[in-house]
């Protein structure tokens, strides 16, 4: 079977999108980095990666061993930071690896020169927050959390705003005046007061607020899907598909709705880059994840708090401001590509 090949048009897209420089790069840049955040676990860990202890290999990330495995006195998980414990996997011909970020985001250093929140040092680079966390591994993994959100709430609301738009164009009438009027009431819903009402009634989580976002994060995208059935419902290939016997599923999704992906794939990275502001704002407020759960948001608030540790406040901003650059330029770059009237 021949493999699939892109149509004319979507290579022509793809290069109008490699022309322009600063969005293309900052794909590269982006995708550079949602990557090293998805293995954050062997950048920043407070195990190590490996130990080779008398003669055998140990993998503390994938499995939890005992202290008395290597000479403690307790059966419990080891702590790879006592100094006991550490003294006995360094003791030659012993030795174990650790990550180029010996802690993870939870990990509480007691060991401080300076009270936390302690500022930058060899030990940590960017400083601790306020309960002697590095601030390195809470914005590593605090990005990580931010982008997986944003992606799944963006992938949510955009199903959820195709199939609203699609079924309001492609039927009209009634049925799109009926979609229309309950679209408006339910826009204007409070957001906030009921995020405000649930986060009282239920303990925060991740889940519940991926669903309470989602019930309205899919509206601004129904309309232009709908705008774009609209207009090319009363086409001619759509008469001849319909005149063929084609059902109303096949004309919705497989003639009109790639011709109605142009806005779609155009506002995707400003979704998400709005998803992600947010997130950080409710995580601001004490609205958004648990309190354990690392947060741009929360380190903002942990900022806020303590106005004499600079360091916790610039470096979450810095990756906040990186982060919303690069996908403003991707879609930048997206909206240039797929404008219509560059076609030729």
Same mark, same amino acid.
């Given at each position: 079977?021949?493999?699939? *090949?892109? #149509?004319?048009?979507? $290579? ?6 490699? &022309? ?22 062997? /950048? ?17 990330? =994938?499995? !939890?061993? +005992? ?19 550490? !003294?006995?996997?360094?003791? *030659?011909?012993? =030795?174990?690896?650790? +990550? ?14 300076? +009270? ?35 992606? @799944?709430?963006?992938?949510?609301? @955009?199903? /959820?705003?195709?199939? &609203? ?48 976002? #989602?019930?309205?994060? =899919?509206? #601004? ?11 090319? $419902? ?6 001849? &598909?319909? &005149? ?28 998400? *880059? ?6 950080? !704002? ?12 690392? !947060? ?13 540790? =600079? ?32 076609? #030729?």
């Amino acid at each position: 079977m021949p493999m699939w *090949s892109p #149509s004319p048009l979507v $290579r022509r897209r793809w290069r109008r999108f490699q &022309a322009h420089r600063r969005g293309f790069h900052s794909l590269w840049i982006f995708a550079l980095l949602f990557v090293l955040s998805l293995g954050a676990e062997l /950048l920043a860990n407070d195990k190590p990666l490996l130990i080779h202890y008398q003669g055998s290999y140990y993998f503390p990330l =994938w499995q !939890s061993y +005992p202290e008395t495995t290597f000479g403690g006195d307790f059966a419990t998980e080891a702590d790879y930071r006592d100094p006991y414990i550490l !003294s006995r996997l360094q003791q *030659s011909p012993n =030795w174990l690896l650790f +990550p180029p970020i010996p802690y993870r985001f939870d990990t509480i250093d007691g060991q401080l020169r300076h +009270p936390a929140p302690a500022p930058p040092d060899r030990q940590h680079l960017l400083g601790t927050d306020d309960r002697a966390r590095d601030i390195v591994a809470r914005l590593l993994y605090g990005f990580r959390l931010s982008v997986l959100f944003a992606l @799944t709430l963006t992938l949510i609301g @955009t199903l /959820l705003g195709i199939l &609203a738009g699609a079924v309001q164009g492609y039927f009209g009438g009634y049925t799109d005046l009926l979609l229309q009027r309950l679209i408006e009431i339910w826009g204007s819903m409070p957001e906030l007061y009921l995020l405000i009402i649930f986060a009282s009634l239920f303990n925060p989580s991740l889940l519940l607020l991926i669903l309470l976002l #989602s019930l309205f994060g =899919w509206m #601004s995208l129904a309309d232009y899907v709908r705008a774009e059935f609209l207009r090319a $419902r009363n086409m001619a290939y759509v008469k001849a &598909a319909r &005149a063929m016997g084609a059902t109303d599923q096949t004309i919705m999704f497989r003639h009109l709705l790639p011709n109605a992906m142009t806005p779609v794939i155009t506002f995707l990275p400003f979704r998400i *880059s709005g998803t992600i502001l947010a997130l950080t !704002s409710l995580d601001f407020l004490g609205l958004g994840v648990p309190p354990s759960t690392p !947060s741009l948001g929360e380190l903002l608030q942990q900022g806020k708090a303590n106005m004499e540790a =600079w360091w916790i406040s610039l470096s979450t901003f810095t990756v906040l401001v990186t982060m919303m650059l690069l996908l403003n330029f991707i879609g930048e770059a997206l909206r240039d590509a797929m404008d219509p009237r560059k076609e #030729s």
